[in-house]
C-alpha cells in the first residue's frame, strides 16, 4: 500500500514531507483500498463519479442533492470534545478530555473502518492567500467520503501548493474524517459510538461517526472555529469567532463600515450578510458580503486598527424560510450553473426541482415524484402525516463566488477594519431591537451572557432557552475565562474601539406569536443607527443595558410595522431585566478566572437597573 500512497502524491505532486507521512499513516491505519489526492480542479470529474455512484443526484443545470443518513443531520454537540495534552484547557463548554486518552480511543475507531473505501487527500487553506495568519490556516483533511471532497472544495481553498510551499513543512492542521457505519453507531443512544474531537496543542482533529456539515468538512468548523480559536489564545495574536462580517456603503458621505457578529447557529447570520440588500433603502447604501460564519480578527501593529478575514470560500447556508422576499442573494447564488449542492431538502427524482419550507408559502400541488428528505414519497404518507418534506437543518453549499453581494475585496489578504462587533439570537421577549454598548468590558459581557433559543443546527435541543457565550459554545476550545480575558486583550489594544450591540430580530407577540419586527432586508436599519450613533451624529436614550434608538432617529422610511409593535420592541422591559441579571449571575459563575472588569460590567448593570425601579 505504502507505494502505492506514495505514487498517488508524487502523481498529483504532494511533495511536503510531513504530509506525505501523515498520509501514509492514516492510509494504513484507515484501511482505505486506495488514495486520491484532491485539488479544485478535479470538481468536475468527482461531480460526474459521485452521480455514476448516486451519491448526489442531479438538481438541475449545474446543481446536486444529496441526502445524508437520517440520524445524521446536525451537530452533535454532546460528541465534541476539545481535547489537549493539559487539564487547566478545560472549560464548561469544551467537554475537555486528555489527548493520551482520545487519540488512542479514535484510533481503535478508525482502524480499519475505511476498508474498501478510497481515502481523499484534501490540502486546503482557511484564509485568503498571504492573510498575515496564513501560519494558521493549513490543513489536509483526510475523508472517506466523496460528498465531503465536494463540500470541501465550494467551502475551502483545496489544492497542493497550500501544503508544499508552507514556511514551517510542518505547520498543517491534521485533519482525519473516518464516515464508519452509519446504521450501526447508535446516534442519540447511551450507545453513541460518535467522536469529533479536536487536539488543541497538538493541532490534529479526529472525526468519526458522521458525513454531515460540521461534524465532516473539518476546515470549516473544527479548523475554522475550534482549532483556530486555540492557535489564536494560544499565540496571543488572534480571535476565531462564529462571526458574519458586512461592508456598508453611503454614497452620499462616501464613507464604508464593516461590521462583524455572533449570532447562534441558524440565528441569521448568513441572511444578514446577504439580504441588506442595496435598494433596501432607496439608492444610498449598498452592502457587500464578506462572511456568514467565521471571522477571525486580530490589530495591525501598524496601525492599531482591528481586521477581520473571513476564512472560508463558501457558505454553507440553512435552507428553510429562504425565499425571493427574505433572502433573494440566497436563491441567486444557487441559480442554475452555480454548482451548488444541496442536502437533506425535499427532492423530485421526475423533474429534479427541489423544495423547502417557506421557498414558496405551499409545498407544490401535484406531489408527483416528490420525496421528503428522507427519500420517502409524499404521495405515499399516511393520513394526517404533515411532518416537514424538508428537514429543519437542510442546507445549500455555494461558493463566495456566486453570493451577487460579494465584497469586490473578499480576498483582500489582510482584511477588513471593523467598525462595529454585534451580538444577537432568538429571544422572543426582553431583548430590544438594537441596544449600542460604548465600553470594552460591557461588550464582552455582553457576548459572554448572549442567550438565546436553541436551533435545529445542533441535535435534539429546539426551542430551549440557553446561554450561547458570543455563539461560540458549540465551538468554545479553551476556558471561558481566558476567553475573556484573551478578548478584552486582543480589542483592548486596539487604537480604534469598536461599538458594540445587540440586536434582537426575533421578539414576538405573545399572543399571536407574530414577529415585531419585519427582519431580514430591513435589519439594516437598525444597522445604520448604530454607525450613525458612533459618528455622534444621533444620540439614542441611554437605559441600564445600552444605549437604544428613539422612534424619530430609526429610519422607518417605507416600512410596514404596527406602532404598538415598535414601541415594545424599542422598551427596555426592567422588570424581566432584573430578573435575567440572577440568571446571568449564576451562569458566569461557572466560570473560573473571569476578569475582575466583566464581574464590574455585570454590577454596574445590576445597580443601574435597582436604580431605575
Ligand atoms: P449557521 O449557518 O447555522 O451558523 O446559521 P446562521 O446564523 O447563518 O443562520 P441563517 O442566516 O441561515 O438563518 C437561519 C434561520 O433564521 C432561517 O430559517 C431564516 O429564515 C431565519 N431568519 C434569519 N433572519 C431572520 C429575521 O430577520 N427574522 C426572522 N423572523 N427570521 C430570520
Ligand atoms: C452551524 O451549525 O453553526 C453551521 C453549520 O454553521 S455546521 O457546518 O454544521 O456547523
Ligand atoms: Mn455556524
Redesign the pocket.
Given at each position: 500500500m505504502v507505494a502505492a500512497v506514495d505514487q498517488a502524491m508524487d502523481a498529483a505532486g504532494l511533495t511536503n514531507p510531513h504530509v506525505r507521512e501523515y498520509v501514509n499513516y492514516w492510509a494504513e491505519l484507515t484501511g482505505a483500498e486506495r488514495v486520491e489526492v484532491v485539488s479544485a480542479s478535479d470538481d468536475s470529474r468527482l461531480i460526474k463519479e459521485s452521480l455514476a455512484a448516486g451519491e448526489i443526484l442531479p438538481a438541475g443545470d449545474g446543481l446536486y442533492y444529496s441526502r445524508s443518513y437520517f440520524k445524521d443531520t446536525a451537530r452533535s454537540e454532546e460528541r465534541t470534545i476539545v481535547a489537549s495534552n493539559n487539564p487547566s484547557d478545560a472549560g464548561v463548554y469544551n467537554n475537555w478530555r486528555s489527548a493520551e486518552e482520545m487519540r488512542p480511543l479514535l484510533e481503535g475507531k478508525m482502524r480499519g473502518a475505511s476498508a474498501g473505501k478510497t481515502m481523499y487527500v484534501i490540502p486546503y487553506l482557511m484564509a485568503p492567500p498571504g492573510s498575515p495568519l496564513e501560519a494558521y490556516a493549513a490543513g489536509v483533511e483526510l475523508t472517506d467520503h466523496r460528498t465531503v471532497a465536494l463540500h470541501m472544495i465550494r467551502m475551502s481553498r483545496v489544492g497542493v501548493d497550500f501544503v508544499n510551499n508552507l514556511a514551517d513543512p510542518n505547520s498543517f492542521v491534521r485533519a482525519v474524517h473516518v464516515t464508519g457505519d452509519l446504521e450501526n453507531l447508535g446516534q442519540g443512544t447511551p450507545e453513541d459510538q460518535r467522536y469529533f474531537v479536536t487536539i488543541g496543542d497538538e493541532r490534529t482533529i479526529l472525526h468519526f461517526g458522521s458525513s454531515y456539515g460540521g461534524n465532516a468538512l473539518l476546515g470549516k468548523i473544527a479548523h475554522g472555529l475550534r482549532q483556530a480559536a486555540y492557535d489564536g489564545w494560544a499565540s496571543g495574536e488572534f480571535l476565531a469567532e462564529?462571526f458574519?462580517l458586512v461592508g456598508i456603503t453611503d454614497k452620499k458621505t462616501g464613507k464604508k463600515y464593516h461590521i462583524c457578529g455572533g449570532?447562534?447557529?441558524?440565528?441569521?447570520?448568513?441572511?444578514?450578510a446577504m439580504t441588506l440588500a442595496p435598494d433596501a433603502l432607496g439608492d444610498r447604501y449598498y452592502v457587500e458580503f464578506y462572511g456568514?460564519?467565521i471571522a477571525w480578527l486580530r490589530v495591525d501593529p501598524e496601525d492599531g486598527k482591528i481586521y477581520a478575514i473571513n476564512p472560508e470560500f463558501g457558505v454553507?447556508?440553512?435552507a428553510?424560510?429562504?425565499n425571493a422576499a427574505?433572502?433573494p442573494g440566497a436563491l441567486d447564488s444557487v441559480a442554475p450553473g452555480t454548482q451548488s449542492l444541496f442536502t437533506n431538502i425535499a427532492y423530485n427524482a421526475d423533474t429534479n426541482e427541489v423544495w423547502w419550507e417557506?421557498k414558496t408559502p405551499e409545498p407544490p400541488a401535484d406531489v408527483t415524484g416528490w420525496a421528503d428528505w428522507k427519500g420517502n414519497l409524499i404521495s405515499e404518507r399516511a393520513e394526517g402525516d404533515d411532518s416537514p418534506w424538508a428537514h429543519p437543518n437542510s442546507r445549500f453549499t455555494t461558493t463566495l463566488a456566486n453570493v451577487p453581494n460579494i465584497a469586490a475585496d473578499f480576498e483582500n489578504p489582510k482584511g477588513v477594519p471593523i467598525d462595529a462587533v454585534i451580538f444577537g439570537g432568538r429571544t422572543r421577549d426582553r431583548e430590544p431591537l438594537i441596544r449600542a454598548i460604548t465600553d470594552l468590558a460591557e461588550g464582552v459581557y455582553d457576548g459572554l451572557t448572549l442567550g438565546a433559543e436553541a436551533?435545529f443546527?445542533a441535535e435534539g435541543v429546539d426551542g430551549q432557552l440557553r446561554y450561547d457565550p458570543m455563539s461560540m459554545r458549540p465551538f468554545m476550545a479553551y476556558p471561558e475565562g481566558a476567553y475573556a480575558a484573551h478578548w478584552l486583550k486582543v480589542i483592548g489594544q486596539a487604537k480604534d474601539q469598536p461599538i458594540f450591540a445587540h440586536v434582537n430580530?426575533?421578539q414576538r407577540d405573545p399572543e399571536d406569536g407574530h414577529?415585531l419586527?419585519p427582519?431580514?432586508r430591513e435589519?439594516l436599519r437598525p444597522l445604520l443607527w448604530l454607525m450613525e450613533l458612533k459618528n455622534g451624529e444621533v444620540k439614542g436614550r441611554q437605559t441600564p443595558v445600552g444605549i437604544i434608538p428613539t422612534k424619530d432617529e430609526l429610519n422607518l422610511d417605507g416600512l410596514e410595522i404596527k406602532p404598538e409593535d415598535l414601541d415594545t420592541i424599542l422598551t427596555i422591559d426592567n422588570d424581566r431585566w432584573r430578573q435575567e441579571m440572577g440568571h446571568r449571575e449564576k451562569h458566569l459563575k461557572q466560570f473560573d478566572g473571569l476578569p475582575e472588569s466583566i464581574w464590574e460590567a455585570h454590577r454596574r448593570i445590576t445597580a443601574d437597573l435597582e436604580a431605575e425601579g
Open positions: 462564529q458574519m449570532f447562534p447557529s441558524a440565528s441569521g447570520k448568513t441572511n444578514l456568514d460564519d454553507f447556508g440553512v428553510k424560510d429562504t427574505t433572502n417557506g436551533t443546527a430580530w426575533f414577529f419586527w427582519g431580514y435589519n
